[in-house]
């Protein structure tokens, strides 16, 4: 789609200039004038104000082109002037701190006395981010029987702990973690985790934390200290709300009122709001978790569980058959059957659970009580959904430890319902009546908007959108080469060729290290790690050995030093200058193809008569080769190469489809025109 001119952009003799608004934000950042972020902002001011413009905006702004200044000035502008709410969304929570606590407060204190009134600001979180105050002062039943009880090792049903660095082990530890947290909270005024530096693991955080589901509501004796009624409170007050994908995914998957109204949502990182959203609206089931909430009901609720206990038992047996695959049919006949028998023997506990009202509405609510039910209540809804005869509207598939790259107990099997597109979710929760903005240094894969704009419900709509490229201030042809290895031979199952290692050892040693090696899975990069560890002279540092932050900082702190990783690495970490010249991409990274979810997508799309693979596949390894490759170049006195090892780029049909998803560098396959450029800038420092 064409760019978008510049244009000054008013809304009325009331309504401030937003790029003379820009310039006041930036010039007290301390920083100087942009062309695409001022592009940038004109677009979202003219989207968002409903003065011409397209109901929805996509926009790509490379990195150091400062989008968040970019849609902040204008989204500040418009809630302001036009007392209309404006949400702001993030994937991650670097991205998260730093809107929060610099580059928000920075334009709102910059523009006030330009604007109507000075804005008011919030974060917004999920309800389990903060600590109950209740639950600190005893008035909820202790989690540690709960937990210490359940087989594999303490864990929940399904979910890794991450522990807090250097923490010890066993129940000492967890509680050393809770002493520590109810000393904090005595401290804290926001009762959000994440302030707590350095954390505690997810065990020690539950235990003075609840759900949503799990709160006592108006009903809890301490309200009005309440730290997540609080956000709230904030967050219906506020002109502007910060807050995340996964809060985005909840209120997309159903639950609207989990944000406070709104009429525009600006979505930063927006290429990866459709994974997020899946991620939220997936489900699982397990003999553990259902276990877990009989043992909530019989120890808070006074309830038999005979029947919910033998439709357990049953459903473990049936699931303990099944294959590790996709049911693209639908349940098999017995596990249908398994699973409804849960969803009724649970219908029927829930039916037992009510809290005793004898004492009249004044009585002291029972906190055991509404956790048992809440629990029972997510084990029943999850039956239920995946109970239901076949709609297509779910992928259904089976897991056993360690399928799902999820630590999941000792042999435990797990059904899993993930829904099979999102963009209706997105288009029917996120969007209806509302202004959306969506935001990445990634958005045209391929050359153009159109495979974000349907993963995001936009071209179904019936509303208009547009998609703008505002450049980078980055020389990406003059500063980096894109080197794709077209001697080497196609990768196959093994985790590395010889071929690779030869090639790896030689780009590492003409580099002088200075390399981030990008993986395509956990065994990979070990097994390169281990390899040029005897190989080479040069200091190797793998994700999983350390904290990331830990290896990151190690690895900008020495320019000799190499970082090996996985997805984690691919997307986020900022390392400018001299540590970071040589990007090195083991194989086009397209999904497993046994990933359920897309894998059913990608049937799907075919189904319809479109191309499974490109619109799937292709799109999802395109973007994760313009973030991988987005790594190298941080500033604009970064110079450097990506070195992609799977001659497909060069050679396969699609191959231009993926270069054009990344950074315009200079493309070469001869391999010493790359060494001989990564010696010469080893040999300047």
């Not at 010493?672 to 420092?685: F, H, I, P, T, W």
Request: glycine share 10%.
């Amino acid at each position: 789609m064409p760019e978008e001119t510049t244009t000054t952009l008013t809304t009325g003799p009331a309504t401030p200039d937003v790029e003379e608004l820009l310039d006041l934000a930036v010039g007290a950042l301390g920083g100087g004038r942009r062309a695409g972020q001022h592009q940038m902002a004109v677009d979202v001011a003219r989207t968002i104000d409903g003065s011409g413009g397209p109901d929805h905006l996509l926009v790509q702004a490379g990195t150091g082109t400062g989008k968040s200044l970019g849609y902040l000035v204008p989204a500040v502008r418009h809630a302001v002037c036009e007392d209309e709410r404006v949400i702001v969304s993030t994937a991650t929570l670097a991205l998260q701190r730093q809107i929060i606590t610099r580059d928000l407060p920075l334009v709102a204190q910059a523009v006030a006395d330009r604007l109507p009134r000075p804005p008011r600001i919030a974060l917004l979180k999920g309800w389990h981010n903060y600590l109950c105050q209740h639950k600190i002062e005893g008035g909820y039943p202790a989690d540690e029987p709960t937990l210490f009880d359940l087989p594999t090792g303490g864990e929940r049903a399904g979910v890794a702990e991450h522990p807090a660095p250097g923490a010890a082990s066993g129940a000492a530890a967890l509680g050393e973690q809770v002493v520590r947290l109810r000393e904090w909270a005595q401290e804290t005024t926001t009762g959000d985790r994440d302030d707590l530096v350095p954390g505690v693991s997810d065990k020690a955080w539950r235990q003075v934390s609840v759900t949503a589901l799990e709160c006592l509501g108006s009903k809890c004796p301490l309200i009005d200290d309440c730290f997540p009624d609080q956000a709230r409170t904030s967050a219906r007050e506020a002109d502007v709300v910060v807050t995340n994908h996964a809060m985005l995914g909840i209120a997309a998957s159903g639950s609207p009122g989990v944000l406070p109204e709104h009429g525009v949502v600006v979505v930063d990182e927006a290429h990866e709001l459709s994974d997020r959203v899946t991620a939220a609206a997936t489900a699982d089931l397990s003999v553990p978790i259902i276990e877990h909430a009989a043992r909530l009901a019989r120890r808070h609720g006074g309830v038999q569980t005979t029947d919910l206990d033998l439709a357990t038992g049953a459903f473990g047996t049936v699931v303990a058959s099944l294959p590790a695959e996709r049911f693209p049919d639908g349940l098999p006949d017995d596990a249908r059957s398994a699973v409804a028998a849960v969803r009724d023997a649970a219908r029927t506990v829930l039916s037992a659970l009510k809290p005793d009202t004898s004492g009249g509405p004044q009585a002291q609510p029972d906190t055991g009580m509404k956790m048992a039910q809440a629990t029972m209540l997510q084990v029943f809804e999850i039956a239920e959904r995946m109970a239901q005869d076949p709609t297509g509207h779910d992928v259904l598939w089976c897991s056993r430890a360690g399928d799902d790259g999820r630590w999941s107990g000792d042999g435990v099997s797990k059904l899993h319902a993930a829904p099979l597109a999102v963009a209706g979710l997105i288009r029917t929760h996120l969007l209806t009546e509302r202004t959306g903005v969506f935001t990445s240094a990634t958005l045209a894969l391929g050359g153009t908007f159109d495979p974000v704009a349907r993963s995001l419900g936009l071209d179904d709509d019936g509303a208009t959108w547009t998609g703008v490229d505002v450049g980078s201030p980055f020389d990406y042809p003059q500063q980096g080469i894109l080197y794709i290895a077209k001697h080497l031979p196609q990768p196959g199952r093994e985790a590395a060729t010889d071929g690779q290692l030869d090639e790896i050892a030689d780009l590492i040693t003409a580099a002088g290290g200075r390399t981030l090696g990008l993986f395509s899975s956990r065994r990979a990069a070990l097994a390169v790690a281990e390899a040029m560890r005897e190989r080479l002279d040069v200091p190797i540092l793998c994700q999983g050995e350390d904290q990331l932050p830990t290896l990151v900082k190690e690895f900008a702190a020495d320019p000799a030093t190499c970082l090996f990783g996985t997805l984690s690495l691919w997307q986020g970490v900022d390392v400018p200058g001299p540590s970071c010249q040589l990007v090195l991409i083991d194989r086009i990274p397209f999904p497993r193809p046994d990933d359920p979810v897309k894998s059913a997508r990608a049937r799907a799309v075919e189904a319809a008569g479109g191309n499974g693979f490109m619109q799937v596949s292709a799109n999802h390894a395109a973007l994760l080769l313009a973030q991988g490759a987005g790594r190298l170049i941080r500033s604009t006195a970064d110079r450097g190469v990506v070195a992609v090892l799977d001659p497909r780029l060069a050679t396969a049909r699609y191959g231009s489809y993926l270069t054009r998803s990344m950074p315009d560098f200079w493309t070469t396959t001869d391999r010493r025109v790359v060494l001989s450029a990564l010696e010469r800038l080893s040999a300047l420092g």
